[in-house]
Structure formats: structure tokens, C-alpha cells
T-cell receptor, first 115, second 109 residues
Framework: ETGVTQTPRHLVMGMTNKKSLKCEQH?????MYWYKQSAKKPLELMFV???????ENNSVPSRFSPECPNSSHLFLHLHTLQPEDSALYLC??????????????FGEGSRLTVL | GQNIDQPTEMTATEGAIVQINCTYQ??????LFWYQQHAGEAPTFLSY??LDGLEEKGRFSSFLSRSKGYSYLLLKELQMKDSASYLC??????????WGAGTKLIIKP
């Protein structure tokens, strides 16, 4: 139990569907992140929120839309995805963006399959 | 460009010692992290190095040489539960984390 909870753990969707991934952290952290993890590739940072404000958007296609209603919750809205978007989507949080150590606490991820 | 290199896969024997290397080329340096990720689970923080030298935490140690752009994670007295992927990440001058692709460690009895 890392203090970061992601739902759903598994999701299968067609290319025309709309779905959302949810992340909740119970650690009182101020920064939250979405990462994409594909097999044998480095983690790809998608979005960063600090105090509910988006500070980073790493050239992510508009078919991925983040939402951060408060510092404990983060969503990733998905629409008209492509098969190559199939991956593990990890949510993470940290106390702040550039703390002394600033380690990340990850959720267990949402395994997305796009048919 | 920024790059982190680590071996794709390593195999070791239960009870032995294994060293997982990580080399990096980044725009600036503000610390190096090691994370452990068991299959189907969240990555979890193992260690952080910002100054040269060895940091020891029980059976795990992490070493850093900033002049060589090099780190290693040393695992002693290997146990079957140490079978996992080990991720190296460097925080650059903009405090962005640059990740390696991970090293899958297989422990054999």
C-alpha cells in the first residue's frame, strides 16, 4: 500500500469509446503526475500538476485529457484512442516538485488495452 | 539529448551478490534515484544519491560518481523476492526525472 490508489486496474476499450482513469492519494502531497509505461521503454512523463495547477504537458496528444479537481485527485480522460496507446498508466505523487529528496509514490497502475 | 543506460536483464543466484549499473548523460544533475518494481505492482523508492559515494540501506547499497555519470545498485544476500525490475532515474537541472528503461533481475534458486 503506497497511499496512491488507481482505478480501474484494467480497462479494455474500443477506439471510439470514452473512458476515464482515476487516481487518489492519501499522503497530503502537493504534486501529482501521470506516466505511461510501455514494455522495455523508460517511463514517459505525460502531465504534472502542482497545487492543482498543470505545470507540464509533455507533447501529449489531445486524445488524453487530464483533470485535477483538488490536490488529492487526478483523472485522465481518454477518447478516440489508438492501439499504440495500450500501456500501463501510472499515477504518482510527491510532497512537492523539487524537494530535498522528492521521491515519487506510485499507484499500481491502470492497464489499458485499446482494440 | 538526455539518456540513461542500464542493462535490460540480469540473472543471479539466491544468496549471491549482484550489481546493477546505470550510466547517464543529462542536462545538469540534481540527484539519482533507484526504484524497484515487482511485476504488476507499483514502482517503490529504494534509494537516492546526490553526493558521490556509497549509501547503504540494509542489503541494498547505491553508489554514485558524478564525474563519471555512473551509479550502481548493489544487492547482497539475494532472496527470491528480489526478482523485480530496477529503475534508475536522474533529476536534471530543471528537476525533471529522466528514466532508464529498467533492468529485469531474475533470481534463480
Amino acid at each position: 500500500e503506497t497511499g496512491v490508489t488507481q482505478t480501474p486496474r484494467h480497462l479494455v476499450m474500443g477506439m471510439t469509446n470514452k473512458k476515464s482513469l482515476k487516481c487518489e492519494q492519501h499522503l497530503g502531497h502537493n504534486a501529482m503526475y501521470w506516466y505511461k509505461q510501455s514494455a522495455k521503454k523508460p517511463l514517459e512523463l505525460m502531465f504534472v500538476y502542482n497545487f492543482k495547477e498543470q505545470t507540464e504537458n509533455n507533447s501529449v496528444p489531445s486524445r488524453f485529457s487530464p483533470e485535477c479537481p483538488n490536490s488529492s485527485h487526478l483523472f485522465l480522460h481518454l477518447h478516440t484512442l489508438q492501439p499504440e496507446d495500450s500501456a500501463l498508466y501510472l499515477c504518482a505523487s510527491s510532497q512537492d516538485l523539487a524537494g530535498e529528496v522528492g521521491e515519487l509514490f506510485f499507484g499500481e497502475g491502470s492497464r489499458l488495452t485499446v482494440l | 539529448g538526455q539518456n540513461i543506460d542500464q542493462p535490460t536483464e540480469m540473472t543471479a543466484t539466491e544468496g549471491a551478490i549482484v550489481q546493477i549499473n546505470c550510466t547517464y548523460q543529462t542536462s545538469g544533475f540534481n540527484g539519482l534515484f533507484w526504484y524497484q518494481q515487482h511485476a504488476g505492482e507499483a514502482p517503490t523508492f529504494l534509494s537516492y544519491n546526490v553526493l558521490d559515494g556509497l549509501e547503504e540501506k540494509g542489503r541494498f547499497s547505491s553508489f554514485l560518481s558524478r564525474s563519471k555519470g555512473y551509479s550502481y545498485l548493489l544487492l547482497k544476500e539475494l532472496q527470491m523476492k528480489d526478482s523485480a525490475s530496477y529503475l534508475c532515474a536522474v533529476r536534471d537541472s530543471n528537476y525533471q526525472l529522466i528514466w532508464g528503461a529498467g533492468t529485469k533481475l531474475i533470481i534463480k534458486p
